[in-house]
């Protein structure tokens, strides 16, 4: 017999994720619920949101629920640059994260209790703009329509992402704006 | 009293580093007044997605984060009754303008604020609220401690 996992995102908890994602006003705010909300839903250890810098190549923290403050200082947890998120633009599941050849940091996350890792690449549009990763204890399976909802909600996500960012950048050009002679503004 | 400084905290590692920075500074403690300041915004569809028992216990958390700053300050050296935790619940639309709304309040002679070490991704998604206080504050010093 094969075994199915239950499935724990319901249309409730979909809505409620979803319509968090539209009206949040701080995006690591929403971040912090989102991986939270994740970990309780499925009872697993930790989850975390990171942002990709696509000039340095590289990832960056944003927040997480679970993780030690002396663990996330060695994140992203790879030899190099092993992103095969954005390669295929598909959740990659990491069954034996410790034992993982590509993983650099073995003795931090042996030291942290990992033991399985369910990464979903966070995309806007069709650009990967960071992941979401889920980490267990144990290792885990995740029902299909589950997994399919966490990588729409990533998506959703990674609108907002870019969209905050523009938000920002706006302002630094308001900024900036201002500062320049009334004559150079006048017209518009 | 003659310095009043104003800290701008979270829960963050930053936050932490700044109350390293301040505790390690050569101060004269009864001569200087601190606010430990918590901006906290509720946000909109947070009772849907968290629950409302768990957004109902998050002012109180920030109570404790700011508590526990207040009881490292006093380990350090600095009078209690010179501290005041000041945890804001008025709903601001950005960090930023909560904390000035704050600096109008309390007129501080210095604001500190932590910035961690950020790529322009990184400043991109999030913003920096300390670049935001350093152009709008006036006739107040304002400290950022970087990490």
């Known amino acids: 017999m094969v075994y199915v996992p239950e499935r724990k995102i319901n249309l409730a908890q979909y809505r409620a994720i ?7 006003e701080d995006v690591v705010l929403l971040g912090k619920h989102i991986v939270e909300s994740i970990c309780r839903s499925f009872d697993i250890m930790a989850a975390t949101v990171l942002v990709f810098d696509d000039r340095e190549k590289k990832l960056y923290y944003v927040c997480s629920h679970g993780l030690s ?18 390669v295929t633009g598909q959740p990659v599941f990491f069954e034996d994260f410790r034992n993982d050849p590509r993983v650099k940091f073995k003795e931090a996350i042996q030291q942290e209790g990992i033991v399985s890792m369910l990464s979903f690449p966070i995309k806007c549009r069709k650009n990967v703009v960071g992941l979401l990763k889920l980490y267990n204890n144990d290792t885990w399976m995740i029902h299909d329509e589950d997994k399919s909802s966490i990588f729409v909600l990533s998506e959703q996500f990674g609108l907002v992402i870019d969209n905050n960012g523009l938000k920002n950048f706006l302002e630094e050009v308001r900024a900036v704006m201002s500062n320049l002679p009334l004559r150079m503004v006048s017209g518009i | 009293m003659g310095n009043k400084i104003l800290v701008a905290l979270n829960d963050s590692l930053s936050s932490r580093t700044v109350l390293d920075y301040i505790g390690n500074l050569s101060l004269c403690p009864d001569d200087l007044q601190i606010i430990l300041l918590h901006v906290f915004r ?12 768990y957004m109902n216990q998050q002012p109180a958390k920030y109570s404790a984060v700011l508590e526990d700053a207040k009881q490292y300050l006093v380990n350090k050296g600095f009078f209690p009754e010179n501290i005041e935790n000041v945890l804001v619940t008025e709903p601001y639309p950005t960090i930023a303008e909560g904390i000035i709304e704050q600096v109008r309040l309390f007129s501080p002679t210095m604001v500190i604020i932590g910035r961690k070490r950020m790529s322009k991704a990184e400043e991109f998604v999030m913003g920096d609220v300390s670049i935001k206080l350093v152009r709008a504050l006036e006739g107040t010093a304002v400290l950022v401690v970087k990490m």
């Open chain 1, 18 to 24: 979803s319509h968090a994602i539209s009206t949040y």
């Open chain 1, 69 to 86: 403050d002396e663990y996330l200082r060695k994140q992203p947890e790879f030899e190099e640059n092993f992103l095969q998120e954005f």
């Open chain 2, 42 to 53: 509720k946000p909109s569809g947070g009772e849907e997605l968290m629950g409302k028992k």
